[in-house]
C-alpha cells in the first residue's frame, strides 16, 4: 500500500487527505472491463492515473461503463448543479485511453420525470463517446404516465416496463426494472411477468456464458430498513444460479458496496449527482450534504476490483491512489 | 460452505468518519402546522409520515406537506387516493367522507407506510 494516514487527528482512522479521495468518488462512473468471463471494476478517476488505470486493463475482451443516479433536476443544497456533475462523468467516459464499447445508466436519469430534466439527462449523454447508451429505470423516472414517457425515450424495444436482454462479445446482459408497481411495505418489486421472461431468457444459454445484470435498485438486501433490496429478487438469481458468472450492477444507494455469494458478484455504483448516508447512519436515506468545492473539484482516485473465480472468490479491495 | 462477504469500500471506519466529517443532514425543524380550514395534516419527513397514525372524524380533509430533499407519492394501499410527485414543500389533501382504518404507503418508497382512521 502507497497510501496510510498521517493525520489521524479525531482517531477516526481517516485524515483530510484520505476524506478528500473519498470524496473524488462523486460525480464519476465506473470502469468494467471482462477479462475472460471475469468482470472487473474501478471508479474513472481523472488524468494522469486513469491512464495509468486504463493501462491496466489492457487484455480485456472488452470495457463498458456503469454510471447512475444523474438526478438531473435536483437542485438543493447536496448539488445544486448536477447537470455540471453529470457533464464531468461524461468527460471522464471521454478522457478513458480506449472508449468503452457502451454505457449503462442504471437509473434515476431525472429527479421528478419531467420532459425537461430528460431533455437534459439527454444532451449531456449524447456527448458521451460510447457505443450505444443502456438504460434502466429508477422510481424518479417512472413518477408520471406510468413510465410511458421513459420508454418512449429510453426503453424502445423493451418488453413490459422496460426489461430486455442483449449479447456483447460473448457475454449475456440482462435489464430489469425494480421501481414499478411497488406494494407497501415492501422493497422494490420485479414481479411475476418479469420473472418469467426471465425464466426464459437465460434458457438457452451456457451455463459457462458470464451473465450481466443491472437494475436500479440493489437486487441484494442491502438495508431493508432504507428499502434498499427487492423482495422478489433471491427468485430472480435462482434462475441464474447453473452459471458461473453472475454479476449484478445496480445503482440507487449512491454509494459503492459489494458482496460476493456464491457465483454471484453484487456492486452498487455511485451517483453523479449527489451521496447518500451509508446504511443507518442517518435518520435517512436522504442526499448527504458535502461543501461543493469539495464534491466537484477535489481529484483523486478509488480503485476498487472485484474478481469473481469459478470457485475460491478473490475480492481485492484496493485502497485509493494506488498506483 | 457459502460465505457471504461485505465490502465497504473505503472501509468501514472510512465511511464512518466521513459520514461525521461532512455531516449527517439535520433533522429539519418543523414549521408551523398547516390546517386548512381545521383538517388534519400529515408532515413527511426523513422518509417517514408524521403522525403514522391519524385519527380523524369524517369529513376531514387530510393535508400531507414534503419536507424532504426528495420527492414522495402519497398513494393509497386500496388505490382510493394518490398524489402526484410531492417535491419538496409540496402538498396533497384528499377529504374522507367514509369511516374506516386507510392505510396508505409512498408509492415510490413503499417502506414507509401510515394510517388514517376515520370514526
Redesign the interface.
Known sequence: MTDFIRDNI?K???DRR??LQ?MAWAGTGVLYTLHGGILKSLPLMQGAANSEHMAKMKGADFSFIQISDSHIGFS???NPDVTATLQIAVDRINSAAAPPDFLLHTGDIS???KPSEFDTAEQVLKGAKAGKIFYVPG??DV??DDGQQYLDRFGKGTKGKGWYSFDHKGAHFIGLVN?VD??????GSLGSDQLKWLQDDVKQLKSSTPVIVFAHIPLWAVY????WGTDDSEQALGYLKRFGSVSVLNGHIH????????NVTFHTALSTAFPQ??PG???????????ADQLRNVLGI?H?N?VQGQHS?A?V?SP?AQS | MKRIRWIFVCGATVITAFTLTVGIRPILALRPAENPAGGASVKIDNFSFGPADVKIPVGTTVTWTNRDDVPHVVASDAKLFKSKPLDTDDHFSFTFTKSGTYVYYCAIHPKMTAKVVVQ
Open positions: 479525531n477516526d482512522g481517516i484520505g476524506f473519498c438543493k443544497e447536496a429527479q421528478l420525470s422510481e424518479h413518477l408520471t421501481v411497488l406494494k407497501a411495505g415492501g422493497l431493508p430498513e432504507w428499502g454509494q459503492i458496496m459489494q458482496k460476493v455469494e456464491g448516508p451509508a447512519t442517518a435518520p435517512s436515506p436522504g442526499p448527504m450534504k458535502v461543501p478509488s476498487v472485484f472468490l475480492i479491495d485509493l
